[in-house]
């Protein structure tokens, strides 16, 4: 019993986690922003983005790992494989939309994969409170 719990402690926080460092450089950097000069910034948010990339990394781990056993083991993933598939899917989507942020040039193109990882995370969380209810 204990176990399993733990497992879901774990995902939850892995959850909690990814989602707490997107909404605070959803709303650091654009306050950065209009504060401080663009180089300053740059400078910021690239050393915040490391930092944060090593927990980010660590929170996706946790939310694999966990994820792949409680898929193993709940029923109610028994019952709907297919929100189970949908949540894994966004998992790799926001996996490749990380490494191509880390990559890609442009405020924009940034702005934008970061937002389409936070629509991501919200889609895969509300799946799996979907999940909890079944």
């Known amino acids: 019993m204990w176990t399993w719990t733990l497992v879901r402690f ?9 989602l707490g460092i997107q909404v605070t450089l959803l709303v650091l950097v654009p306050a950065l922003r209009r504060q401080l000069p663009a180089e300053e910034v740059r400078g ?3 050393k915040a983005g490391r930092s944060l990339a090593v927990v980010g990394g660590t929170a996706l781990l946790m939310i694999a790992a966990s994820g792949i056993a409680l898929a193993r083991h709940e029923s109610s993933a028994d019952a709907h494989p297919g929100v189970v598939g949908l949540k894994e899917g966004l998992l790799v989507a926001m996996v490749v939309l990380l490494s ?3 990559y890609v040039r442009g ?3 940034r702005i934008a994969a970061s937002a389409l990882m936070l629509v991501l995370t919200l889609a895969a969380i509300l799946a799996g409170a979907w999940l909890t209810q079944s």
């Open 44 to 46: 910021i948010v690239r």
């Open 107 to 109: 405020r924009n193109a």
């Open 100 to 102: 191509a942020h880390a």
């Open 10 to 18: 774990v995902h939850v926080t892995g959850a909690a986690a990814w």
